[in-house]
Antibody, heavy 120, light 106 residues
Framework: EVQLLESGGGLVQPGGSLRLSCAASGLTFSNYIMNWVRQAPGKGLEWVSAISGSGGSTHYADSVKGRFTISRDNSKNTLYLQMNSLRAEDTAIYYC?????????????WGQGTLVTVSS | SYVLTQPPSVSVAPGQTARITCGGNNIGSKSVHWYQQKPGQAPVVVVYDDTDRPSGIPERFSGSNSGKTATLTISRVEAGDEADYYCQVWDSRSEVFGGGTKLTVL
């Protein structure tokens, strides 16, 4: 059974930093493109970032480019999202998600999400 | 950047057919995926690559995609289908989600 387990969320002040982790099990992690998708309270889904299976290719939404960094450690089956210069509008549940194939493939597995709250 | 447009809400009586649209420039040339999200839960894909259904998803869920509009069709709607639905595509180095449609079963 595939499991994606996010951690690292919490309350942080504007301008602060946070690192999210996503521990994957039940899949050959290095074969999967991984994504971070977020959802602000009461709002829709927003894609944040994606990383290739090798980690050599990364993509970011314009809203986080230059502030967030996605990375992965395939030896630990873990995905990361380093979030710097956080803003109130970054408040959301952050989901880790895997793609079943290439970038145009559907998201087949989602984690349960971790809540990030940016507030003073 | 690429934009996907969905109606905010669709209402339908039980047993009827619900159609949720997703508009985008030349969306017919892209692979569209549809997700269902119930309150407090992560999304689940119900249709992928325009028309395919994952195992375990009822045949009542179907999709189409042509020109400027992709459509998710839910036949014989049940109370349990009440949820938010999102369309999604990959467009030149970014995933794009529609704004979501809340399906209400009357």
């Amino acid at each position: 059974e595939v499991q994606l387990l996010e951690s690292g969320g919490g309350l942080v002040q504007p301008g602060g930093s946070l690192r999210l982790s996503c521990a994957a099990s039940g899949l050959t992690f290095s074969n999967y493109i991984m994504n971070w998708v977020r959802q602000a309270p009461g709002k829709g889904l927003e894609w944040v970032s994606a990383i290739s299976g090798s980690g050599g290719s990364t993509h970011y939404a314009d809203s986080v480019k230059g502030r967030f960094t996605i990375s992965r450690d395939n030896s630990k089956n873990t995905l990361y999202l380093q979030m710097n210069s956080l803003r109130a509008e970054d408040t959301a549940i952050y989901y880790c998600a895997s793609l079943n194939g290439g970038y145009s493939a559907p998201i087949d597995y989602w984690g349960q999400g971790t809540l990030v709250t940016v507030s003073s | 950047s690429y934009v996907l447009t969905q109606p905010p809400s669709v209402s339908v009586a039980p047993g009827q057919t619900a159609r949720i649209t997703c508009g985008g420039n030349n969306i017919g040339s892209k692979s569209v995926h549809w997700y269902q999200q119930k309150p407090g839960q992560a999304p689940v894909v119900v249709v992928y690559d325009d028309t395919d259904r994952p195992s375990g998803i009822p045949e009542r869920f179907s999709g189409s995609n042509s020109g400027k509009t992709a459509t998710l069709t839910i036949s014989r709607v049940e109370a349990g289908d009440e949820a938010d639905y999102y369309c999604q595509v990959w467009d030149s180095r970014s995933e794009v989600f529609g704004g979501g449609t809340k399906l209400t079963v009357l």
